[in-house]
């Protein structure tokens, strides 16, 4: 089991910034597949940003050149820097992560990110 406690949403305007940051209850290392993920009323839950097994990060297209996701492995936390953001980066964001086996997958509770016009 990984539990999974993200901080940070909150409202902003347009083209403001937030950081997101999730913690781990254990060692970055002893999960996979860390990243943030995010679901707008209506729409269905899709990848922001994360770190691949193989050490590789993934964005979204329309993140891309304005999200930055990092990661301190000391704190065991991860962090999502949100640029620039867009009324449509409006969501509940969650924090994910899989075991190393990859056939588990654990979900934080969430944090709302608003981002008014």
């Known amino acids: 089991q990984v539990q999974l406690v993200e901080s940070g949403g909150g409202l902003v305007q347009a083209g403001g910034s937030l950081r997101l940051s999730c913690a781990a209850s254990r060692s970055l290392f002893a999960i996979s597949n860390l990243g943030w993920h995010r679901q707008a009323p209506g729409k269905q839950r899709e990848l922001v940003a994360a770190?691949?097994?193989?050490?590789?990060?993934n964005y979204a297209d329309s993140v891309k050149g304005r999200f930055t996701i990092s990661r301190d492995n000391a704190k065991n936390t991860v962090y999502l820097q949100m640029n620039s953001l867009k009324p449509e980066d409006t969501a509940v964001y969650y924090c994910a992560a899989d075991n190393l086996l990859e056939t588990s997958r654990y979900w934080g509770q969430g944090t709302q990110v608003t981002v008014s016009s």
């Open positions: 770190f691949t097994r193989g050490g590789i990060t």
